[in-house]
């Protein structure tokens, strides 16, 4: 996944498999940490991007 809209529906597919019981709790755990770390980190970018007074395209946060 390369945007936040891929991010978003990627969640929203766990969400519906672990309550289909496609996914066990565990598994679907580390795929909403893993997708926790994707977005922290793409927030600390934000946050260096702002005390630099500098607004970058950011590929991720574009729409397809």
């Known amino acids: 996944m390369t945007t936040i809209t891929e991010l978003r529906n ?3 597919k766990v ?3 672990l309550r289909a019981g496609i ?3 565990g598994q679907a755990a580390e795929l909403n940490n893993t ?3 994707i977005i922290n980190s793409t927030k600390v970018e934000l946050e260096y991007y702002a005390l630099r007074k500098e607004s ?3 590929e ?3 729409n397809q």
Do not use: H, M, R, Y
Request: glycine fraction near 6%; charge should be negative.
């Open 56 to 58: 970058p395209e950011i």
């Open 35 to 37: 997708a926790g770390k």
């Open 23 to 25: 996914i066990k709790p």
């Open 15 to 17: 969400f519906d498999d």
């Open 10 to 12: 990627e969640l929203s």
């Open 60 to 62: 991720f946060f574009k």
